[in-house]
C-alpha cells in the first residue's frame, strides 16, 4: 500500500518546455489557458487523486468487483469516488463546449488522466473508456445523436464502453459474428463481447455501450462491420434513463492477474430477441468509427505505462529511503539507498518515468497541434507525426512499464514478493497494458507497417530530422558534447535501421516481423533520449539565468545525464537485432517447437 | 493450466556434448554410470513430473497453503505426491552412499530437479531446501551428527530448511539477532525468522529447521553466527522422531504473488523457554557453513529459472499451435504460429530455454570436476569455473526468466491476463527468483566483487579464453562464419569489459555497483551464446555423420543461429552501459528522488 504524491515540477516542467503550452494555447485561440492555469488544474486533480483515489487503489485490488443480482457490483467506495469525480466537473474537461464540455487541449487531459491512472488505474478505465466513446461519437454521430447521447457522457452521468473483442475476434476484428438487424429505427443485436471493461457496474444510472456488429448483408471481413450504440437503459423520449433494461447483461467477470478493481465482462445481447441497437455513421464503417475510439485510447495506455511506473517508483524510492539494511564501520545502519545497486534501479525508474512524462505530453500535444497549427501543411506534418507516435507511445511505454514495475518490487527485496506490501500489485496490474489496446506485436507491425513503409519512411525521416536538431543544439554547448555525441550515435542508428527496413521488409512480411518489436523499442529509447536532450538544455538554460527550481534542475541534468548513460545505449543492442533480421526467425518447421 | 512434456531430446544432447557426461563419470570412477542411464532416469522423472507434480501445479496456486492448529496445511495432494517421491527414491539421488544415498553425479541430479521445479516449482522447492540442508550437514556436521539426522533427511522421511532472514536481518546477515544460549549438551535457540520456504507441513514426520543463530560472548557481525540443528519433534535415544514438539513453531504464513503452495513461514523459537537446538560444526563459523548450503542453492534457483521459462515456453507453444486468429486470402483461417511477432516470441523462449539448459547443466558439472577431475590444478581450475558461474547461473537465468515468463503470457494475448489460462501463474511464480537466495545486485556484485576483483580478473580470463577456443572452432567451418564474427565481437567486449573494471571500479563501489547487473547479464549473453555455439558444432558434426535425431539437430541449428542473430547482440547494449560507468548514477541527492 503506498500513497501518491502528484509529480508537479516534473509536470509543469514538461508543459512549460517540452509541450510549451502557452504558445499551443495561442495558437489554438484559447486566450485564457496557459501553464498558470495547468498548473493549478493539476494541483485540483492532484488532490483528489492523493486523498480519494489512491486510498482506494489497495482496497480494489483486494476486494475487486463481483457479480450480484443486479449485474457487477463495483468495488467498495468506488461510486462515492466516482461520484465525487463527476461532481468536480472532471469528466468534461476536454470535451466540445457546444455539449458542456471545458473544451481543454487535449494534452491538458493527458496530464490530468495522468492523475487518475497513477493513483487508481482500475478507477482510470471508466472515464478513460468513456472518453473514448465520446470521441466516436463527436467525430461520427449525427447532430440528433450527439445530442441526445453526449451531454450526459460527458458530464459523467452515464458512463460508455468499447465493444470489440468476440472469442475468435481479438486482434482479427475481421472475424466478429454479432449481429445487427433492421427494425423500425433502430437495429436489434445479439452476440456476445468479452474483455469489456467496466461493462458493468452501479456507479452510473445508465451506460452506453458501442458495439461493433455485422448487419445482415454486410460484406465479409473488417469492411462489413458497423458500429451501433447500445445504451444498458432505454430512453425516453425527452432523452433520460428509463427503468426499461435493454436487451444486454454482463454474463460473467473474468478472474485476472491484475485491475481487479476494474470489471473485464462478457456481454451477451439479444437474448431475449435483440438487444435495440442505434446505428453510428453509415453501415460498414464501424471499424474505422473504431479507431477513432481506438487511437485515442493507445495514447492514453502508453500514458498508463507511464502512471503505474511513477506509482511504483514511488513506493520503492520510500521504502529505499527508510528501508535500514547495512552498518557502517562504526556500527551505525544505513538505508538501502545508499546501495550503489538500489541507486541504480531508482534512477532507471526515475530516468524511465521522466522519459516517458515527457514523451507522452508531447504526442498528446501533437494531437492538438494537428487541429490548431497555423496552415494545413503543419497540420499534416502535425497529423502525421500523431500517427507516427502512437504505436511508439502504446508500445514503449507500456513495454518500459514492464520492467520499471519489475523493479519496483526489486528494490523491495522479500518484500516485493509479499502482496500486503502493494508493490506486487503495481507489478500485476501493469502487465495488461503491453496486451489490450493492441498488443506490442501490434503496435510495432502498425510502426514499421502503416506508419513507415507506407509512407516511405517519410515520416520517420521527419522525426529523424528533428532529433537531429536536439543533437545538434547539445553539441552547441560544452557540457553536453558528450550528450551529443551519444545522441547522434544513437540516432545514425536509427537511420541505418529505417534504410534496413525500406530496403529489406517491403516485400517480406517475416523480416518486418522479425525486426519490428526491436525498432519499436529503439525508437522509443531514441525518442526518450530526444525529450531528455531537449529537457537538459532548458534545464541548463534556466539555471544559468536563476529562473526555475533550482533543485529541480539539477536533478533534471543529472537525471538527463544517467538517461544518456544508462538507457539510451539500449539502442545499440536493438540496433544489433534489426541488422540480423529474420532469416533464423521462420526457419523453423512447427513441429520443431 | 498446462501438461508438461519433459524435453528429453534436449537434455540428452546436453548430457552427451555438453556436459560430457560419459567423460566425466570415467573421471569419477562411476563405471557403470554413462548417458544411457542419465537418459533412463531422466525418463522416469519425466512420468513423475507429468503424472503427478504438474497436474498439482494450477491446484497448489488456486489453493495455495493454509494455518491450522497443527500449524501449516500444505496444498491439497501434495501429501500423496510427496510420498509417491520418497517411495521412488528421488531425495537421495546424489547423496552420499554411506548414508544412504545413490551416489551419483551432481549434474544428475541438477537434471532431475529441472523436472521436479518445471512441473511444480513450490513443490520442489521443499526437496531442494532439504537438499540444501544435507549438504551443509555432509559438509560440517560431526560423524555423529550426521549419523543421527542425514539418512531420514536423505531417504525423504525429514525434510529441512534454511533459517537464515530475520525482520532487520534479509540482504545484511551480520544484524542476526536470533540467541542461542548453551544447557548442557545442547544449546537453547530463541528468536523469530521470516520467509523460511517450507518452514512447516503436515508431510513428514519431523523437519529438521538450520538455524543461525549468536551465542552469548559471540563477536558483532556474520563473525558471531553459528550454526544449530533445530529439530521440529525431538528425537528419542535410538534417533527415532518422538511426538514430543520442540519450542519451535510456525506463527504465520505470507500472502505472496506467486509459489502459493510453497509456504513461506514466520518462525518463532523459543516463546517456552528455548528451543533445543544443536551446534554444527564449531561456533561462530555458522555463516561459512551456510554459504555451503547457499552456494549450492544459488544454482538451484538459477535452475528454476530455466524451469519455469521451460514451462512458460510449453504452454505458448501449445496455445499458438491450436488458437485460430486470422484469415487467408481463401477465406481458410490460421493459428497465430504464422505470425512473424508470435514466432519471434516462440523462437526466444525456445532459444533462451535451450541456452539456460546448457549452461545450467554445463556449470553444475563443474561442481562435479572440481572433486573428480585428474589433478589438483584442475580441480582448482574447475572450483574457480564454479566460483565464478554460480552468480551468472543465478543472475543471468533468473533475470531472463521474467522476460521469458513474460513472453509466454503476452503469447497468449488477453487470455493472457486471465489467470484460468494459468500462463501468469508462471509469471508470478518466476517472480521470486531474482529475490530469494540473494537478489540480482547481489549476484551481481558477487561476480564482479569475489569473484573477479578480488583474483585481479584471473577466473573471467580463463572463461573468456575458454569462449575463444569455441570461437576459434565455429570459425573453422564455413557455415559458422557468421556465428564465430558474432562470439569474436561479444567476446571483444567482454575484454574490454573485464579490463574496464579492473581499471576503475576496484577503489569505486559506486562504479563496481552501477555497472555489475550488466556485467552478469552481458556475461549470460555472452555464456549462453558460447553454449549455443558448442552446440551448433555437434549438431552439425552428428548431422553429417547422419547420427542422432536428424529433426531434432536441424531444429537445433536454427535455434542456435536465432541465438546469436537475436539473443547474443544484447552484449552490445550492456557494453555501451558498462562503458558509461557509474558517474551519473550515485550523483542525486536523496531528497531529490
Redo the contacts between chains.
Sequence with gaps: MSAYTHPHNDADFVFEHIVEFNQLCQQAGLEDINTELSSAILTEAAKLGTDVLAPLNWEGDQNGTSMTEKGVQESPGFAEAYQQFVESGWPSLTAAEAFGGQNLPHVMGTAVNEVWHTSNLAFALCPMLTHGAISSLTNHGSKEMQDTWLPNMINGTWTGTMNL?EP?A???L??VKTKAVPNGDHYLISGQK??ITWGDHQMTENIVHLVLARTPDAP??VKGISLFIVPKFMLDEAGNTTDKQNDVKCIST?????IHASPTCTMSFGDNGGAVGYLVGEENKGLSYMFTMMNHARQDVGLQGLAISERSYQQA?DY??ER????NKD?SRFTI?N?????????LM?AGTEAMRALSYYASAEIDRSHFAADDSAKVKHHNRVELMTPIVKGWLTEFA?ELT?LG??IH??M?????TGS?QH??DA??L???EG???IQ??DLVGRKTLVNGGEFLQDLLNDIAETAEALKASDKFASHAAKLSSALDKAAQARQWLLDNAKED??A???I??NMMMMMGFLCGGWMMGKSAIKADKLLAAGEGHE??L??KL??C??Y???LL?????????I???????????????
Tied chains: 1, 2.
Excluded at 473474468?254 to 491484475?258: A, D, Q
Excluded at 516485493?416 to 500486503?420: C, D, H, R, W
Excluded at 545505449?569 to 537485432?577: E, H, L, N, S
Excluded at 521462420?586 to 520443431?592: K, L
Design positions: 473483442t475468435s481479438g486482434t482479427d475481421a472475424a468479452i474483455f465479409a471481413g473474468e478472474h485476472k492477474l491484475g524510492r529505499a529511503k535500514v539494511q547495512g552498518t556500527g539507498i546501495f550503489p545497486d538500489v541507486r541504480r534501479m531508482l534512477m526515475k514492464q519489475y518490487t526489486q527485496g522479500g516485493g514478493f509479499v502482496e500486503e506486487a507489478y500485476r502487465r495488461i503491453t496486451i489490450y498488443t506490442t506485436g510495432a507491425l512480411r517475416s518486418a516481423g522479425a519490428s518489436v533543485d529541480f539539477k536533478a543529472i537525471t545525464q544517467f544518456f548513460d544508462h545505449p539500449r539502442v545499440d543492442g536493438y540496433f544489433a537485432v541488422q540480423n533480421g529474420g532469416e533464423s526467425m521462420m526457419a523453423m518447421p512447427e513441429d520443431s517447437f
